[in-house]
């Protein structure tokens, strides 16, 4: 997933300016998509065919076409981007490398010609033009609503970051060489004509990118042309290459990438501390000392022995455990997503209606965009050092008062923001009595306040004040 990185001397106050930008959004087709919910959209997406065939035929297994021949959806994919935007977007402040990559395969290779500074229009539409170099264009959502409103839900359904990428690719020419990503990949043919070929993967389910030579891959398993309206999914690790036929002037295509790092490797690279940290409280054995010197022997195969049998300790454990702890992943979503698409002004999101009291009856509102976690108390864990002796808390973090603007902009590494505080999750802290409480709330469809399982009416009502502040609940 293009977690498009890359800093800039002079893109301080630029990246200030974006959130006041004024929206570039064209003439909007009426949408043949369904916003209704996230399982909808979908369906919507990948109609006629059905979410149970998508993901017992397709999903991580192959490729899937879907060729529409639809004016309508053509003319709807038609307003999520296309060459014409790219003039008043540039003036709007796009800078080289962070917004636009200009690139063009040359012998199997990918030639960068991206200038320095700002993008500037008329130098941009020349390398189209004369060096019929493709414009990248990284996460379009930024600017273009349609596709805000697509990948918000989209996260909702996948529980998973969503980007996208913009490719415009002009006549007889190619942008990049034969690769595979690290994501779940849907294109939207958006203009003109694209010309696709698909490989045998190498590395199925692939966790990084990689360029693959032509005398590698083989002869392709599946070759066709993407017109407007049209939808191409397929697998991590899947090898492709595309370029625009001759006779149609330019390609435009959307490209909206997910499950980057999303695995049952990753996950349980996430949930081990967790575990370990829970059963080490219960269990002894794995509160006793390694043996001296272990870390400076050359031959682990002792310990290597003990080691397997410590973690046969934790499955068992595992096999008794109601809940398993996240420690990195729920947050990682939950910070970097997108924030609900309601209106042109939900930017300005603030709590309104009715004070929730005693006798309210009250119901959760963005389920889909906030989550509870459990952790070491994060303002007595100032390290790792006291993991087994911290106090536990219970968090909520929701995604309401993200920024569309910096949305899959940043790497991991590159979290502070311009007055140099770093990054963090927005959301509430309670303590883990709490816990049952708040389980209610997100578990039903709505719930008495006096009815929340807390000892005192006074607790009850902190509670569901502090998630009313926070636009996380509504009073009936």
């Not at 053509?74 to 402040?93: H, P, R, T, V, W």
């Not at 940043?410 to 009595?433: I, K, M, N, V």
């Not at 005192?456 to 009313?468: A, F, G, I, P, Y």
Request: proline share 5%; with cysteine; glycine share 6%.
């Amino acid at each position: 997933m293009p977690k498009k990185g890359g800093k800039h001397a002079e893109m301080g106050k630029e990246t200030q300016a974006q959130c006041k930008r004024a929206k570039l959004e064209a003439a909007c087709s009426p949408s043949v998509l369904c916003f209704e919910n996230p399982d909808s959209l979908f369906g919507s997406l990948i109609s006629p065919i059905k979410e149970e065939v998508f993901f017992e035929e397709y999903w991580e297994q192959k490729p899937l076409l879907v060729q529409r021949n639809d004016p309508l959806v053509a003319a709807y994919y038609l307003s999520l981007f296309q060459l014409s935007d790219l003039k008043e977007l540039c003036s709007q402040g796009l800078y080289y490398g962070r917004d636009v990559n200009i690139c063009r395969c040359v012998n199997g290779k990918k030639k960068v010609l991206n200038k320095e500074g700002k993008v500037k229009y008329m130098q941009l539409k020349k390398d189209f033009d004369e060096k019929k170099a493709t414009i990248q264009f990284h996460q379009p959502q930024r600017f273009k609503e349609e596709l805000w409103k697509i990948q918000e839900k989209l996260e909702c359904y996948f529980g998973s970051l969503v980007g996208s990428n913009v490719y415009i690719t002009p006549q007889g020419s190619q942008g990049l060489p034969p690769h595979y990503d690290d994501v779940e990949v849907f294109i939207f043919q958006l203009e003109g004509e694209k010309h696709w070929r698909l490989y045998k993967p190498t590395v199925h389910l692939a966790r990084e990118y990689n360029v693959e030579s032509e005398d590698r891959i083989g002869n392709p398993t599946h070759e066709f042309v993407l017109k407007p309206g049209d939808l191409l999914y397929f697998p991590r690790g899947t090898i492709h290459q595309a370029d625009t036929p001759l006779g149609t002037s330019h390609s435009t295509h959307v490209t909206i990438s997910t499950y980057q790092n999303n695995s049952w490797g990753d996950f349980l690279l996430d949930a081990i501390p967790g575990l370990v940290f829970d059963t080490a409280r219960d269990d002894i054995v794995l509160r006793t000392s390694i043996p001296r010197q272990l870390l400076m022997q050359v031959n682990t195969a002792e310990s290597t022995k003990k080691l397997s049998s410590l973690l046969r300790r934790l499955a068992d454990h595992l096999d008794h455990t109601r809940e398993l702890r996240s420690s990195d992943m729920k947050k990682d979503f939950i910070m970097h997503r997108l924030p609900p698409c309601l209106a042109c002004d939900s930017d300005s999101l603030t709590p309104g209606g009715k004070l929730p009291k005693i006798d309210s009856k009250i119901r959760l509102q963005f389920r889909d965009h906030a989550l509870i976690s459990v952790e070491p108390d994060q303002e007595s864990a100032v390290s790792t050092d006291c993991i087994f002796g911290c106090r536990e808390m219970v968090y909520v973090y929701h995604s309401l008062k993200n920024r569309r603007d910096t949305h899959m902009m940043g790497t991991e590494d590159d979290t502070a923001s311009e007055d140099g505080t770093s990054q963090q999750a927005h959301g509430l802290r309670f303590p883990l009595s709490y816990l049952e409480a708040l389980k209610q709330i997100w578990s039903s469809s709505s719930v008495n306040v006096k009815e929340l399982k807390l000892t005192s009416d006074e607790e009850k009502e902190n509670l569901v004040l502090s998630l009313w502040s926070e636009c996380l609940i509504e009073v009936l």
